[in-house]
């Protein structure tokens, strides 16, 4: 069943959405090589305790922590780990690294979900276009968004950029909707045929996240349980925003 949100609705989540925003950017701001991915994290728990003192009534928390018991407060996956990465002391980012930082709050009972990867200092050049590819291929699914078309549109709008440019699509993780749970239907794949699946329909608010490797899509799931891994070891890069399906076109709410 998807949820369908009323325009008040879509209002608070863009409020936990702004908030999400300023905390991803100050993490993202403080990567660097020698930091590691704990430090990351309590700098978002501090970020998070600061918002929740300003509006108490809000009652803003991490999406993450303790889902399905993870043990984090942001999900921090670098390198070659694709998403779901438990942040880390022994975890020190050098440099070339790129560090995808994943994150969600809960906000007045709503979520919204983001995600950046960015670089540690000087990443090559593969890489630099690795990021940039992932970005524009967010772009490109946020941009068909629309009421009348589909899931597949995004997925196939998401593929297509990603492969032309020799980039393996992760098929095992996707995107969903988003509001009161974290993870709501519809899913939304990175890969699809256009006019298939879902069709979008105004209030409909749903989390689009690329999952795009420099090398072949396949992924494992590591000895910790949790973080996803590519298979041959090549890095890969995480985008995602929540966007809202509206009249006037597709709202980022992140
Ligand atoms: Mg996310
Ligand atoms: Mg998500």
């Known amino acids: 069943m998807i949820n369908i949100k009323t325009q008040q609705e879509i209002e608070i989540m863009a409020e936990g959405g702004k908030i999400l925003k300023d905390i991803l950017q100050k993490m993202a701001q403080a990567v660097r090589p020698g930091i590691t991915t704990e430090e990351i994290d309590k700098l978002a728990r501090e970020l998070v305790v600061s918002w929740a003192k300003k509006i108490p009534e809000a009652k803003i928390s991490s999406s993450f922590c303790g889902y399905r018991g993870f043990p984090g407060f942001v999900c921090i996956s670098v390198n070659d780990e694709v998403v779901h990465g438990i942040p880390s002391s022994k975890r020190v980012i050098a440099e070339g690294d790129i560090v995808g930082l994943d994150f969600g709050v809960v906000y007045k009972g709503f979520h919204t ?7 540690a200092g000087k990443i090559s050049k593969e890489t630099e276009k690795l990021l940039r590819v992932t970005r524009e291929a967010l772009e490109l699914g946020i941009e068909k968004t629309l009421i009348g078309n589909t899931v597949g549109d995004i997925g196939y709008a998401v593929q297509k950029h990603a492969e032309k440019n020799g980039f393996g699509v ?5 995107g969903h909707g988003v509001g009161r749970k974290l993870h709501e239907e519809p899913y939304v794949p990175n890969y699809g045929k256009k006019g298939g699946g879902e069709v979008l329909k105004e209030g409909m608010v749903i989390a689009i996240e690329p999952m795009i490797t420099a090398g072949r899509p396949a992924v494992e799931i590591a000895s910790d349980n949790w973080t996803y891994k590519t298979k041959d070891g090549s890095f890969a890069a995480h985008f995602e925003h929540t966007v809202a399906i509206t009249k006037e076109g597709p709202r980022v709410l992140t």
């Not at 979900?113 to 670089?119: E, F, G, I, Y």
């Not at 992760?170 to 996707?174: A, D, F, H």
Request: aromatic share 0%; charged share 25%; hydrophobic share 50%.
């Open 170 to 174: 992760v098929k095992e993780l996707v």
């Open 113 to 119: 979900d983001s995600a950046v990867t960015v670089p």
